[in-house]
């Protein structure tokens, strides 16, 4: 019920003048990032299993530990052979998916993902320290959920977390 008033009270707000969206203020203040502490974070719940797949141990130990004094639950895979592996046998909630990694790059493993019918559903948030747009509009043509710039913030990690969680507070893929 708490989530709810808290959705309740992000959407439902009275507009300064006949023009204004009730929706744009939510906008334009949620896309502040000096604004993310005025807004309550919304985590998954205590236990999520996020899968963090980088061949950089700087960033898998910065997730590790990020996501762990959450309550998440991280699992590590430095490659992404490693990572479709584990996809299959340790089921986690999300996967967190470099773009470049040597042998299989994160592009392939997404598609990889895609086409298995036991993980396709998961959702995946891919990284890279690459300033490309492009790279950002294939990754998320080819089934991305979402997507961050190295290097990233702990605010920038969670809220493309909250973007995905159903009302249960588990992530889920926007689009199957």
């Known amino acids: 019920m708490k989530l709810l008033g808290i959705l309740k009270s992000i959407f439902i707000k009275a507009p300064e003048s006949p023009e204004v969206s009730t929706i744009a203020p939510v906008v334009a203040k949620s896309a502040n990032p000096t604004d993310r502490r005025k807004n309550p974070r919304i985590d998954a719940r205590k236990g999520t299993r996020v899968l963090i797949i980088d061949d950089s141990p700087t960033i898998l130990t910065f997730l590790r530990k990020m996501f762990s004094s959450s309550g998440y ?9 490693r990572g479709l592996e584990m996809m299959r046998t340790e089921k986690p909630d999300l996967v967190v998916l470099d773009v470049i990694m ?3 790059n ?10 298995d019918p036991l993980v396709k559903n998961l959702p995946v948030i891919m990284m ?4 490309q747009a492009t790279e950002q509009f294939y990754v998320m043509r080819i089934g991305a959920d979402g997507f961050m710039k190295k290097p990233f913030s702990r605010f920038d990690v969670f809220s493309r977390i909250e ?8 992530p889920r893929r926007l689009l199957t």
């Open 73 to 81: 639950e991280p699992l590590i895979a430095a490659n992404a052979e």
């Open 106 to 115: 994160g592009f392939a493993a997404l598609r990889h993902i895609r086409r």
């Open 163 to 170: 973007k995905l969680l159903d009302a249960n507070l588990v």
């Open 128 to 131: 890279s320290g690459n300033e």
């Open 102 to 104: 040597p042998g299989m």
